[in-house]
């Protein structure tokens, strides 16, 4: 099955969402399989790639102060990974933030990651900085976006300016 292939996405109300938690567990260990998790009750928007009515991947999102978006987490079933379902999520998310009229949107990845870090590219995002937020921002504001984002030390900020 391919991405295109019978998959609807849909918003997943918060009382629905730990029927997700079996993904985030197939995609994560760790700090980042607790973190996700939390953020998975937490967030303001998760959605979820659905076909016959089973999920085969979900992402986390939040709108930060101003016209930032944050897209906390991509997962994707292991059964469904590489054909295409992170980037039908990463499409969508990024068609609701400019619905929104949000001007960019960041992500951040484990230095190490580099599917995730080639996903977020093939839809425009490129490496940034602490120091370049701040100059876009100011510093204050960037640094209560970091926090917001939850940037830890072995991750690498990336943005994409929604046109």
Same mark, same amino acid.
């Given at each position: 099955?391919?991405?295109?292939? $019978?998959?609807?996405?849909?918003?997943? =109300?918060?009382?629905?969402?730990?029927?997700?938690?079996? !993904?985030?567990?197939?995609?994560?260990?760790?700090? #980042?399989?607790? /973190?996700?998790?939390?953020?998975?009750?937490?967030?303001?928007?998760?959605?979820?790639?659905?076909?016959?009515?089973? =999920?085969?991947?979900?992402?986390?999102?939040?709108?930060?102060?101003?016209?930032?978006? #944050?897209? #906390?987490?991509?997962?994707?079933?292991?059964?469904?990974?590489?054909?295409?379902?992170?980037?039908?999520?990463?499409?969508?998310?990024?068609?609701?933030?400019?619905?929104? $009229?949000?001007?960019?949107?960041?992500?951040?990845?484990?230095?190490? $990651?580099?599917?995730?870090?080639?996903?977020?590219? &093939?839809?425009?995002?490129?490496?940034?900085?602490?120091?370049?937020?701040?100059?876009? /921002?100011? &510093?204050? /504001?960037?640094? $209560?976006? #970091?926090?917001?984002?939850?940037?830890? =030390?072995?991750? !690498?900020?990336?943005?994409?300016?929604?046109?």
């Amino acid at each position: 099955m391919t991405a295109q292939e $019978n998959i609807e996405i849909m918003d997943v =109300p918060a009382g629905r969402r730990q029927e997700l938690d079996w !993904i985030l567990e197939e995609s994560f260990e760790g700090w #980042y399989l607790w /973190h996700s998790k939390k953020t998975l009750r937490d967030v303001e928007l998760v959605r979820a790639a659905m076909s016959s009515g089973r =999920p085969l991947g979900l992402v986390m999102l939040k709108s930060l102060e101003g016209t930032v978006g #944050y897209v #906390y987490y991509i997962a994707v079933a292991r059964a469904s990974r590489n054909k295409g379902v992170g980037k039908l999520l990463l499409e969508n998310a990024l068609q609701l933030f400019k619905a929104s $009229n949000l001007k960019e949107v960041f992500a951040s990845v484990e230095k190490e $990651n580099e599917p995730s870090e080639a996903l977020f590219a &093939s839809e425009g995002f490129t490496r940034t900085s602490f120091g370049e937020v701040s100059k876009r /921002h100011g &510093s204050l /504001h960037a640094a $209560n976006m #970091y926090r917001a984002m939850t940037v830890v =030390p072995g991750e !690498i900020l990336l943005r994409k300016p929604i046109l």
